[in-house]
T-cell receptor
Framework: DAGVIQSPRHEVTEMGQEVTLRCKPISGHNSLFWYRQTMMRGLELLIYFNNNVPIDDSGMPEDRFSAKMPNASFSTLKIQPSEPRDSAVYFCASRSSGANVLTFGAGSRLTVL | DQQVKQNSPSLSVQEGRISILNCDYT??????FLWYKKYPAEGPTFLIS?????DKNEDGRFTVFLNKSAKHLSLHIVPSQPGDSAVYFCAATPSGNTPLVFGKGTRLSVIA
């Protein structure tokens, strides 16, 4: 298996632009998580899905952030409009039902100028 | 309020010596604990875990100790190697279909 696939790996954009991050979980994993890593807050959970259904989005910082999982093999995290404080590394992770261990993707490094 | 705390942002150890990384938690519902290792420009990778029914779990050079009464766990690496230099994240969960809660990480530098 190719693991969790994230794109783009790097994104540099200007304030006010829309950013879309993409994730393909491991086949057969039915839970998907979006985390954000910053120096100040470490790895914080933004949102997670079970069987494509959003379960908890309380970690999404503002209404500018939205996430979707239209099918079992694809998820997006969208920021519109983006702001410099959104600059961080965004990780997608997945796991199978009943497991505790998450498998992470390589991350998407976002820089908002 | 942080439910999982790693109070040491960094740690430097000589090659061959023991590295001890510490983690404290506040949520009594946590019953499964994990350590992840992260290299630059990569995602975190699972290293070792422990269930609350145990107080020790060993895997090669890595041992995790759990002290439930103190709500404290630690990761021991013996002997430390330069390739162990990375950021280590402690994580916890109440188990079931719940997310992992992570600490802020400790950057370990193993000096040759």
């Amino acid at each position: 298996d190719a693991g969790v696939i994230q794109s783009p790996r790097h994104e540099v954009t200007e304030m006010g632009q829309e950013v879309t991050l993409r994730c393909k979980p491991i086949s057969g994993h039915n839970s998907l998580f979006w985390y954000r890593q910053t120096m100040m807050r470490g790895l914080e959970l933004l949102i997670y899905f079970n069987n494509n259904v959003p379960i908890d989005d309380s970690g999404m910082p503002e209404d500018r952030f939205s996430a979707k999982m239209p099918n079992a093999s694809f998820s997006t995290l969208k920021i519109q409009p983006s702001e410099p404080r959104d600059s961080a590394v965004y990780f997608c992770a997945s796991r199978s039902s009943g497991a505790n261990v998450l498998t992470f993707g390589a991350g998407s490094r976002l820089t908002v100028l | 309020d942080q439910q999982v705390k790693q109070n040491s942002p960094s740690l430097s150890v000589q090659e061959g010596r023991i590295s001890i990384l510490n983690c404290d938690y506040t949520n009594s519902m946590f019953d499964y604990f994990l350590w992840y290792k992260k290299y630059p420009a990569e995602g975190p990778t699972f290293l070792i875990s422990i269930s609350s029914i145990k107080d020790k779990n060993e895997d090669g050079r890595f041992t995790v100790f759990l002290n439930k009464s103190a709500k404290h766990l630690s990761l021991h690496i013996v002997p430390s190697q330069p390739g162990d230099s990375a950021v280590y994240f402690c994580a916890a969960t109440p188990s079931g279909n719940t997310p992992l809660v992570f600490g802020k990480g400790t950057r370990l530098s193993v000096i040759a």
